[in-house]
């Protein structure tokens, strides 16, 4: 049995020569190959066609860097810190800022724009920085903000915050367009948290500390949710500012928190006098004072 397997294996295994000299009319493989890039490209564009909506157009981000550190370094500019802040847009809770200077040496991985972290991310990164970089942080209150509006709160924040690192910075950046009035160089960069390595990682530290001393006033101010929000304007907020009316944590000058308080508390609300309304003013003449129209004729 096994020479009869044997020989039925033989033919298959002898290749006809005459096979693999091309047919007369047949493609030369020069043409083969300059054809498969074509076909090669139909084929990338078929998949990309098949592929799901949800997978299609995906552009990649590139991370932060610390470039820009490095270069200073170079020109022996050290320290090097990088501030932002976290909370501008709430209506509710301080505005908290932070400045950080990394280790060059031991700079942890995976810090981005926090923006760009879900929340357990952002709190192991928080612990990883605050072990291996010198960190500070500044609040500004409701009643700041208040007093002195969201944009020099903000600013006011950041400027302490960078005044209170263990070691004074030499230069420093800033996330936005506004440079801060201290005693080292001040650069701002637009999108900073999403660019300079220094700025991503205070926008960590910045958003960690908010949230959770938004997920403290929760405790002492029940039923607005600031637990889940973080005292941004979601419907959820809204309707408990509407059913509720503003806490001493709201801001009381943006829009949703004074209209809430004309609703509750419309004592506290001090009347607009109108500049424009006409009023009626009586003039009185004295006789003696009236001029005979005639006697200048």
Known sequence: ???????????????????????????????????????????????????????????????????????????????????????RGPLAGPVVAAAVILDPNRIPRGIDDSKRLSAEQREKLFDKICATAQVSVAVASPARIDR????RASLWALKRAVVALPEAPRHVFVDGRDQLDTE????????????????????????????????????????????????YAVPEHLDALDRLGPTVHHRSFFAPVAAARAKHMPWTVEPVQDLFAVTEVEVQVEAAVEIDASASL
């Not at 002195?148 to 944009?151: E, F, Q, S």
């Not at 990682?201 to 006033?217: E, F, G």
């Open 1 to 87: 049995m096994r020479r009869r397997g044997c020989l039925r294996t033989i033919p298959a295994m002898i290749r006809d020569k005459s096979a693999t000299k091309p047919a007369k009319g047949a493609p030369k493989k020069d043409a083969a190959k300059k054809a498969a890039p074509a076909k090669a490209g139909k084929t990338a564009a078929a998949k990309i066609a098949a592929a799901p909506a949800g997978k299609r157009g995906i552009i990649a981000i590139a991370p932060p860097s610390f470039r820009r550190e490095r270069a200073l370094i170079k020109r022996g500019i050290w320290p090097v810190a990088g501030c932002d802040e976290a909370g």
């Open 148 to 151: 002195d509006n969201i944009l």
């Open 184 to 231: 080292c160089d001040c650069e701002a960069v637009i999108g900073g948290d999403g660019i300079v390595l220094s700025i991503a990682a205070a926008s960590i530290i910045a958003k960690v500390t908010r949230d959770r001393l938004m997920c403290a006033l929760a405790q002492d101010c029940p039923g607005y949710g600031f637990e889940q929000h973080k005292g």
